[in-house]
């Protein structure tokens, strides 16, 4: 996985935590690198992978994915009423379903936070983040990790056309 990890107040330290923390992440949950794959390259394509240019870092949307599996980790955990975490076996569809999820997600009232107990909090009035296109929150610094992230509609539609497009070849396919 390529992934370039960038801070303000970057350092040597800044950096090796970030690709620890994702190693880790990924042995956790390595349905997140097969995921990010895919959508590293869907962003690509569609030129959205440069917080430079309003995109998504690839930290950002690697923090993305890994939420909604957390996500769904815990949708399934709460289903199943079961302590310890089902895994994930259908790639195909917890894909599509991560692109519809953010194809309809609202950026502008939820932040994400891979750290909390439940990935998506709303933004409350008096948060410090009221009013931003898109938190991200970097687990390490507890920062807005997606600060340049600006064209949020964009991002969304990047989501929505992954997810068409899927559903095209899947009906050609069936």
Same mark, same amino acid.
């Given at each position: 996985?390529? *992934?370039? @990890?960038? #801070?303000? /107040?970057?350092?040597?330290?800044?950096?090796?935590? /970030?690709?620890?923390? !994702?190693?880790?992440?990924?042995?956790? =949950?390595?349905?997140? !690198?097969?995921?990010?794959?895919?959508?590293?390259?869907?962003? +690509? @394509?569609?030129?959205?992978?440069?917080?430079?240019? &309003?995109?998504?870092?690839?930290?950002?949307?690697?923090?993305? $994915?890994? /939420? =909604?599996?957390?996500?769904?980790?815990?949708?399934?955990?709460?289903?199943?009423?079961?302590?310890? /975490?089902?895994? *994930?076996?259908?790639?195909? !569809?917890?894909?599509?379903?991560?692109?519809?999820?953010?194809?309809? @997600?609202?950026?502008?009232?939820?932040?994400?936070? $891979?750290?909390?107990? +439940?990935?998506?909090?709303?933004?409350?009035?008096?948060?410090?983040?009221? &009013?931003? #296109?898109?938190?991200?929150?970097?687990?390490? #610094?507890?920062?807005?990790?997606?600060?340049?992230?600006?064209?949020?509609?964009? *991002?969304?539609?990047? @989501?929505?056309?992954?997810?068409?497009?899927?559903?095209?070849?899947?009906?050609?396919? $069936?």
């Amino acid at each position: 996985i390529d *992934i370039t @990890f960038h #801070s303000v /107040s970057s350092t040597t330290t800044t950096t090796t935590n /970030s690709i620890d923390y !994702a190693n880790e992440k990924i042995s956790t =949950y390595p349905e997140v !690198a097969l995921i990010l794959r895919v959508l590293k390259r869907l962003f +690509y @394509f569609k030129n959205m992978n440069s917080a430079f240019n &309003g995109g998504l870092s690839s930290f950002n949307l690697f923090l993305i $994915v890994l /939420s =909604y599996v957390q996500y769904r980790k815990l949708q399934l955990k709460l289903m199943c009423y079961s302590k310890q /975490s089902t895994p *994930i076996s259908n790639l195909g !569809a917890l894909l599509m379903e991560c692109l519809q999820f953010f194809a309809c @997600f609202d950026f502008r009232n939820f932040k994400i936070d $891979v750290n909390s107990q +439940y990935p998506y909090l709303p933004i409350a009035m008096n948060d410090v983040y009221k &009013g931003k #296109s898109l938190v991200i929150i970097d687990p390490l #610094s507890g920062m807005n990790a997606s600060k340049s992230a600006y064209q949020i509609d964009e *991002i969304q539609r990047t @989501f929505y056309e992954g997810m068409n497009y899927l559903k095209q070849m899947q009906e050609l396919y $069936v």
